[in-house]
């Protein structure tokens, strides 16, 4: 008998070098599921970075915890028996290099991006997101823009068209710098309310006068050419760029994200 027939384990190396790396498959299957909901979910849904950094370690210790086993094993039956096949500890050492490759790439990254999502939601927040501390952020901007459309000739007692108020301030979810939420304020009139109203015709405004008490108020403006009524528009931090004021009258104040 040759020493290839006196070969033993042949069929269980084959088995593992086929069933293992099923294992891997379970593990990404799972992370990749974990990390969607991560990503994209919403409320309940979203998970944290304590909760993915489990997910990935318990998928991790499947491939890994196996694989692993599957060579002692391998190599506790060589040891009584000399011709026992190696071709399932192979299998399993390569697997097993495999998943410890690929899930400490994976684990790696994502304790990176949770310290560094740490450290930015440990920055206190900006000056901008910070404007009217101690104060009314939704009574400041409504101050401002109903001053601005008085400016322009307009009355800002006006009432919405959609729900007939005259606050003419839309309020939006959003994030600070730092990651914690905030809020987005939105002043505009006429109000952007999908209801359509009649265009009324422009009225005599001062755009001059609006610059100057812009000017007062701390809000850097630009001129806007090039258009048949008079424009400005704001440039300053705690306002974003789509703020402007134009001869009509038509007024838009839109606030950074401002800290609750």
Same mark, same amino acid.
């Given at each position: 008998?040759?020493? +290839?027939?006196? /070969?033993?384990?042949?069929?269980?190396?084959?088995?593992?070098?086929?069933?293992?790396?099923?294992?891997?498959?379970?593990? $990404?299957?799972?992370?990749?599921?974990?990390?969607?909901?991560?990503? #994209?979910?919403?409320?309940?849904?979203?998970?944290?970075?304590?909760?993915?950094?489990? $997910?990935?370690?318990?998928?991790?210790?499947?491939?890994?915890?196996?694989?692993?086993?599957?060579?002692?094993?391998?190599?506790?039956?060589?040891?009584?028996?000399?011709?026992?096949?190696? #071709?399932? /500890?192979?299998?399993?050492?390569?697997?097993?290099?495999?998943?410890?490759? /690929?899930?400490?790439?994976?684990?790696?990254?994502?304790?990176?991006?949770?310290?560094?999502?740490? +450290?930015?939601?440990?920055?206190?927040? *900006?000056?901008?997101?910070?404007?009217?501390?101690?104060?009314?952020?939704?009574?400041?901007?409504?101050?401002?823009?109903?001053?601005?459309?008085?400016?322009?000739?307009?009355?800002?007692?006006?009432?919405?068209?959609?729900?007939?108020? *005259?606050?003419?301030?839309?309020? &939006?979810?959003?994030?600070?710098?730092?990651?914690?939420?905030?809020?987005?304020?939105? +002043?505009?009139?006429?109000?952007?309310?999908?209801?359509? /109203?009649?265009?009324?015709?422009?009225?005599?405004?001062?755009?001059?006068?609006?610059?100057?008490? $812009?000017?007062?108020?701390?809000?850097?403006?630009?001129?806007?050419?090039? &258009?048949?009524?008079?424009?400005?528009?704001? &440039?300053?931090? $705690?306002?974003?760029?789509?703020?402007?004021? &134009?001869?009509?009258?038509?007024?838009?104040?839109?606030?950074?994200?401002?800290?609750?």
């Amino acid at each position: 008998m040759s020493e +290839y027939d006196r /070969t033993t384990g042949v069929g269980s190396g084959i088995a593992i070098a086929v069933l293992l790396p099923g294992t891997l498959l379970v593990c $990404w299957l799972v992370q990749l599921v974990v990390y969607i909901r991560a990503e #994209v979910g919403q409320g309940d849904d979203r998970l944290s970075d304590g909760a993915v950094l489990g $997910w990935y370690l318990g998928a991790a210790a499947l491939p890994v915890l196996v694989s692993a086993l599957t060579v002692i094993v391998q190599l506790a039956i060589r040891r009584y028996d000399e011709h026992y096949s190696i #071709v399932g /500890t192979i299998a399993a050492l390569v697997v097993l290099a495999i998943a410890v490759l /690929t899930n400490g790439t994976l684990i790696g990254s994502h304790l990176v991006s949770t310290a560094r999502s740490a +450290y930015e939601h440990a920055q206190p927040p *900006t000056a901008a997101e910070t404007h009217f501390a101690g104060g009314d952020a939704r009574a400041g901007l409504r101050e401002i823009g109903d001053h601005t459309v008085e400016l322009l000739g307009g009355d800002p007692s006006v009432s919405n068209a959609a729900d007939g108020s *005259t606050d003419h301030i839309e309020t &939006r979810r959003c994030s600070l710098r730092n990651g914690s939420r905030g809020t987005e304020y939105v +002043y505009s009139f006429p109000d952007l309310s999908p209801t359509p /109203t009649p265009e009324a015709a422009p009225v005599p405004g001062d755009i001059d006068a609006v610059q100057d008490y $812009w000017k007062a108020q701390g809000i850097r403006t630009v001129r806007v050419d090039g &258009r048949p009524e008079p424009q400005i528009e704001a &440039r300053v931090p $705690w306002l974003s760029p789509d703020s402007f004021a &134009r001869v009509g009258p038509a007024v838009q104040l839109v606030s950074a994200c401002l800290a609750d």
